[in-house]
């Protein structure tokens, strides 16, 4: 399928054809990356929607020069990811500003960020134990949370490359983790 001749097409015509493919290709996908991303099925369907809605107006803005159009697509729906989260932490923050926390929630706090800290430790000396391949996908897919083609495309292997080192590398994590248990 080409995504850029689509994106033209939305672009130059307004054409709903070309723009029901890409919705019905690109929303579920953005929805399940957004769902493995933390968001809940309400966020991760406001933020997909939000992200067709941004293709079909920006369509005009797209250079397949630039970016292949499903990395600007997921480009759109990992900025609108970022500004939702952004929106919520400051509504939260508001919220929260105004209640005093007591020293017990301090307390809880603390040891919740030092729980996290420790675990952010496990997993990253558990991920410099892999190989140097199933290292760097596993940082481009989850920690830099880039889609697998772009992956792909990025360290010019194929796609089934890039899922099957995720595959195992989550396999040899899980055993590394399970060890140091």
């Known amino acids: 399928m080409d995504w850029a001749d689509l994106i033209g097409r939305v672009a130059s015509d307004g054409d709903r054809e070309a723009f029901k493919r ?11 990356l957004m769902l493995r991303a933390g968001c809940s099925p309400d966020e991760a369907e406001e933020i997909a929607q939000n ?13 397949p020069a630039t970016a292949g159009a499903p990395a600007w697509i997921f480009t759109i729906a990992r900025n609108l990811r970022i500004d939702f989260f952004r929106r919520r932490s ?15 929630d301090q307390a809880e706090a603390a040891d919740i ?55 195992l590398a989550m396999n040899r994590l899980r055993d590394i983790l399970d060890e140091d248990a």
Do not use: C, N, Y
Request: proline share 5%; hydrophobic share 45%; glycine share 4%.
């Open 22 to 32: 890409l919705f019905e290709h690109f929303a579920p996908r953005i929805k399940g």
């Open 113 to 167: 960020l030092i729980s996290r800290g420790q675990d952010a430790a496990r997993i990253a000396s558990a991920i410099a134990q892999l190989s140097a391949e199933q290292s760097m996908v596993v940082r481009l897919s989850f920690i830099e949370e880039r889609p697998h083609p772009e992956i792909a495309s990025a360290l010019g292997i194929p796609l089934g490359t890039v899922k099957s080192r995720i595959r």
């Open 51 to 63: 992200t067709m809605i941004a293709v079909w107006r920006k369509a005009h803005q797209f250079d």
């Open 90 to 104: 400051r509504a939260e923050r508001l919220q929260t500003s105004s209640e005093l926390p007591d020293e017990a």
